[in-house]
């Protein structure tokens, strides 16, 4: 959650990691007003509360810690926070919490599921396309296209390059309509690193995905993710896809990467500069 916190922003709440805890849970959240992220674990809760914490020296603290047992408690009238852990204690002073943003949206109604590896490689197949070039926003981002209840289709360009992926989800609402959302790909990044790093082997979890008209979430197991939408006019991107197909080439995928990735070292050497050649 620390890359959703905003490090250069003016506004100190930003900068801080949100702690509630309830009904046997704590929560820990951070926000830099475009990407919101938040994580939920058991807890033992005495009392319950939110807390407003610095996040770079909370979290490093955490990071140095092994698998003891950590106590969390407000002090001083809910100014401070006072972290104890074996045989020692912290202190870390609070950010006030009406200076955080508050979320505007819940992740309880989301529109389909799709199966975490599905999505994660489907992400890395498309993603790579979008453009780095933020004078046009809209490229920036990848394009998520639903226009029948059971298919939705991935796209990312950045003017030179398409790439285009069609994948089944599961719709969990009656008579969805067709609908696209340009995500950007930071919180697409943020989304494949939270599935790549859970070890859970069940094979029924899925990614549960909302999209309004101004943002979308995920939430994978006790994950969530919310993220603003890029706003703008996607390229109809179906009018540069021919419709038709005059010659097809059947090889093996190891043979054409190791091709390519020979062939690019020529490329690379004329783009520096250097006398390039055959392969």
Request: charged fraction near 20%.
């Amino acid at each position: 959650g620390r890359r959703s916190i905003a490090t250069n922003s003016p506004i100190p709440a930003l900068k801080g990691i949100l702690l509630t805890a309830e009904e046997k849970m704590l929560t820990l959240e951070s926000t830099d007003t475009e990407l919101r992220i938040s994580c939920t674990i058991p807890a033992e809760v005495l009392e319950e509360g939110s807390v407003l914490i610095p996040a770079s020296y909370f979290g490093d603290l955490i990071r140095l810690l092994s698998d003891e047992e950590v106590e969390i408690k407000t002090i001083e009238n809910g100014q401070s926070v006072q972290v104890n852990y074996t045989n020692s204690t912290v202190k870390f002073n609070c950010f006030d919490l009406e200076d955080y943003p508050v979320l505007k949206e819940s992740g309880d109604s989301p529109l389909f599921g799709i199966h975490p590896y599905v999505l994660s490689e489907s992400i890395k197949q498309v993603s790579f396309a979008a453009s780095k070039d933020f004078s046009r926003p809209v490229l920036t981002g990848t394009l998520f296209d639903i226009k029948t209840p059971e298919l939705m289709t991935l796209v990312a360009t950045d003017s030179h390059r398409l790439t285009r992926k069609d994948v089944q989800i599961n719709p969990l609402k009656e008579d969805i309509q067709p609908i696209s959302a340009i995500i950007p790909s930071r919180a697409l990044n943020e989304l494949n690193r939270v599935i790549t790093g859970n070890t859970s082997d069940d094979e029924e979890a899925q990614v549960l995905v909302g999209i309004s008209e101004s943002s979308v979430f995920f939430k994978y197991g006790s994950t969530l993710i919310f993220s603003q939408l890029i706003d703008g006019q996607y390229p109809h991107y179906d009018e540069v896809i021919p419709s038709s197909i005059t010659t097809t080439v059947n090889c093996e995928t190891a043979d054409l990467t190791n091709s390519l990735n020979r062939a690019s070292l020529i490329a690379h050497a004329d783009m520096k500069g250097r006398i390039g050649g055959v392969v």
